[in-house]
């Protein structure tokens, strides 16, 4: 089972970047399907983005063009890039990881419970 811990949250103000970090321990994380998801306080989880086992990426409409998700297989570590932060961009950020080849499709990547492996979170805060 693999371990997940983020870190590179914080605070920052509208139109500046955070770049978020997912270390992953006890697998590889080449082999798994990876997402970053994020809830703010009193709203339900959403799927920010996805990177599967090819490359392959996905990306919520409210991010496109401003976030950028990669990963590193050497260093074994998923990114989150995000640019021109907005305040509702607030909100606790955690990544996922799974197996399930099913969160390559772009109808099924936002789906929580594709993934069973779930870090701790990092929290980033956009001030206006």
């Known amino acids: 089972q693999v371990q997940l811990v983020e870190s590179g949250g914080g605070s920052v103000q509208a139109g500046g970047s955070l770049r978020l970090s997912c270390v992953g321990s006890?697998?590889?994380?080449?082999?798994?399907?990876m997402g970053w998801f994020r809830q703010a306080p009193g709203k339900e989880h959403e799927g920010v983005a996805s990177?599967?086992?090819?490359?392959?990426?996905n990306y919520a409409d409210s991010v496109k063009g401003r976030f950028t998700i990669s990963k590193d297989n050497a260093r074994n570590t998923l990114y989150l890039q995000m640019d021109s932060l907005k305040p509702e961009d607030t909100a606790m950020y955690y990544c996922?990881?799974?197996?399930?080849?099913?969160?390559?499709?772009?109808?099924?990547?936002?789906?929580?419970?594709?993934?069973?492996?779930w870090g701790q979170g990092t929290q980033v805060t956009v001030s206006s």
């Open positions: 996922a990881v799974t197996y399930d080849l099913a969160c390559s499709r772009a109808d099924m990547w936002k789906r929580r419970s594709l993934y069973p492996n």
């Open positions: 990177i599967d086992r090819d490359g392959a990426t």
């Open positions: 006890g697998s590889s994380v080449s082999s798994f399907c």
